[in-house]
């Protein structure tokens, strides 16, 4: 079966710096991933969306990355904010039908002033 | 980007009784909108696929006589627990692709539903 794993443990980083997360699967080739911000009490908020024939992709600050070899997707947000303090979700499409989407349970970052 | 509301954001009720989830896509059409349920600490888990005008489509696992789902308009998807128990206590989040074809996917704001 499919399996989405990112970092359980929080990220604490200092304001300024670059938070590096990391979203691996197993046993699935998706067609794309996504990342989303949840937070507390709240829906996931759409961030970025890579899809398998694309290495990079940036949003302003954010930078994603998709190794299909690997199986591995790198989150980066440069620059960090404590605004930016939330948990981070990555997603992968769904063998069965579209728009189906799997999650990572999430990895939370704190960002300190 | 699209907008997706759900109502109410958070909801209590009494063991036995059922409980509605409205979720609505405000300026787009949406003739799939998924529902998802998230408990503290863990992952959104989908629990089915709305379709406009035909029958949703379960995951393994989810009693379908329970949650009832119903795609009445291209802009409403509702969700019903039905007999509420305090283990469905959970955070229901809905959502919808901003147009058919598209892969980006755009969340509710959530409801928090407590069984007492």
């Known amino acids: 079966s499919q399996k989405i794993e990112q970092n359980s443990e929080a990220l604490n980083i200092q304001e300024g710096k670059t938070a590096t997360l990391t979203c691996n699967y197993t046993n699935y080739s998706p067609a794309y991933l996504q990342w989303y911000r949840q937070d507390p009490g709240r829906g996931p908020v759409f961030l970025l969306l890579i899809r398998e024939n694309e290495k990079e992709k940036r949003k302003e600050r954010l930078k994603v990355t998709f190794d299909t070899t690997l199986k591995q997707s790198l989150f980066h947000i440069t620059a960090s904010q404590p605004a930016d303090s939330a948990t981070y979700l990555c997603?992968?499409?769904?063998?069965?039908?579209?728009?189906?989407?799997?999650f990572g349970a999430g990895t939370q970052v704190v960002v300190t002033p | 980007g699209a907008v997706v509301s759900q109502h109410p954001s958070w909801v209590i009720c009494k063991s036995g009784t059922s409980v509605k989830i409205e979720c609505r896509s405000l300026?787009?059409?949406?003739?799939?909108m998924f529902w998802y349920r998230q408990f503290p600490k863990q992952s959104l888990m989908l629990m089915a696929t709305?379709?406009?005008?035909?029958?949703?489509?379960?995951e393994q696992g989810v009693e379908k006589d329970k949650f009832l789902i119903n795609h009445a308009s291209l802009t409403l998807s509702t969700l019903t627990v039905t007999s509420a128990h305090p283990e469905d206590s959970s955070f229901y989040i809905c959502s919808a692709n901003e147009a058919l074809g598209t892969d980006t996917q755009y969340f509710g704001p959530g409801t928090r539903l407590t069984v007492l």
């Open positions: 709305s379709n406009e005008g035909s029958k949703a489509t379960y």
């Open positions: 300026d787009f059409q949406a003739t799939t």
């Open positions: 997603a992968l499409d769904s063998a069965d039908s579209w728009g189906k989407l799997q």
